[in-house]
């Protein structure tokens, strides 16, 4: 099933309402296949779509948009300690790590409330509060659309890195089915985090601590401090933590030695919401979009705004950081369509 002339202001958490020319939902790979071959037979460009919580859509899709839906849940591999969770693309990432803590595993209980879809997670290589996907993912099931054919890629294959992976690197060419988590049921709780060792140490002792209770922190956290997007459509972090070499670590720190960074041996990692807030961005807003007042890392569109307006507002919080600090700082999501190239 086809459709013609789709608004896709329900398919994006920002809320921007543009229209994709052909839209289709796929909840098996028959139906995904039978949609490209759609596509191929008449020329047209695919994008895929998740739950759209890492996209600006700078305008009409002229192609066909096919969104995934396969669903399911299931586990493998299980013995006394550990489980395989195997997760359908198109199975909400939040509810599968409620899932997983619920039935007793640890690994990805830091990663709950992050929107999308868990076929998206491996694109971004999700991360938060000192745990990223690719600690406990052990390989992805995608369609290669250059050789027409089921591949698996082991968690090296994928070339993780920081917010980084082949898949987005690659966006034409992988088309995600689903992922396997190597989840345990003693693995020690991940605690580093100032966040949340200050949310438990004011509540519990951290040897009672479950793995739901760290994903119901950090919950309660995030709520906190970072605006649900179906009541103020956001696409959550919107920039990346810069990360620097060792001597600009240096100049930054003897100009601005209140400034917040994660050091590691060969180069350090800036927080980019203190660079964006020393230059006045945290509360702005304008008639349609704005910087969100507890968060300077996330852009929310309050009142209808446009793919330009949030585009624009956003180069401009970079061009005041560049000025001030020397440092670029590199956009999360995807502009769809793509920017020309100069």
């Not at 096919?66 to 300690?81: E, F, K, L, T, Y």
């Not at 830091?110 to 694109?123: D, H």
Request: one cysteine or more; aromatic letters at 8%; charged letters at 25%.
């Amino acid at each position: 099933m086809v459709g013609e002339g789709v608004s896709l202001e329900r398919f994006n958490t920002l809320g921007i309402d543009v229209q994709a020319r052909y839209f289709t939902e796929v909840k098996s790979l028959d139906q995904l296949t039978q949609a490209l071959d759609w596509a191929r037979q008449r020329s047209l460009e695919v994008l895929v779509l998740g739950g759209g919580s890492n996209l600006v859509f700078a305008g009409n899709v002229e192609g066909l948009v096919v969104r995934i839906a396969m669903a399911g849940r299931q586990w493998a591999d299980v013995n006394d300690d550990h489980a395989k969770l195997v997760l359908g693309a198109g199975e909400r990432w939040h509810d599968a790590v409620i899932y997983a803590a619920k039935a007793g595993y640890r690994g990805i209980e830091n990663l709950a409330l992050i929107p999308g879809t868990a076929g998206a997670a491996p694109v971004q290589n999700i991360g938060a509060y000192g745990v990223e996907l690719k600690d406990t993912l052990t390989e992805v099931v995608a369609w290669d659309r250059e050789t027409s054919a089921v591949v698996t890629l082991s968690v090296d294959e994928c070339q993780f890195g920081y917010r980084d992976s082949l898949f987005k690197r690659c966006p034409e060419r992988y088309i995600i089915l689903e992922i396997s988590l190597c989840l345990s049921r003693s693995a020690p709780l991940n605690l580093g985090y100032g966040e949340l060792q200050a949310y438990f140490s004011e509540r519990q002792s951290s040897d009672a601590l479950t793995a739901l209770d760290v994903a119901e922190g950090v919950v309660a956290i995030r709520r906190r401090k970072l605006p649900d997007p179906e009541s103020l459509p956001n696409v959550g972090s919107f920039f990346k933590n810069p990360v620097v070499p060792l001597p600009t670590w240096d100049r930054l720190r003897q100009e601005f030695p209140e400034i917040a960074a994660y050091p590691a041996e060969h180069s350090v990692k800036l927080a980019a919401a203190w660079l964006i807030d020393q230059c006045g961005w945290k509360g702005y807003r304008n008639e349609r979009v704005g910087v969100h007042s507890r968060q300077a890392l996330v852009l929310v569109n309050h009142a209808g705004g446009n793919g330009t307006d949030i585009l624009d507002l956003a180069n401009r919080i970079r061009a005041d950081v560049r000025s001030r600090f020397g440092v670029e700082l590199e956009m999360e999501p995807r502009v769809v369509p793509a920017p020309a190239r100069v």
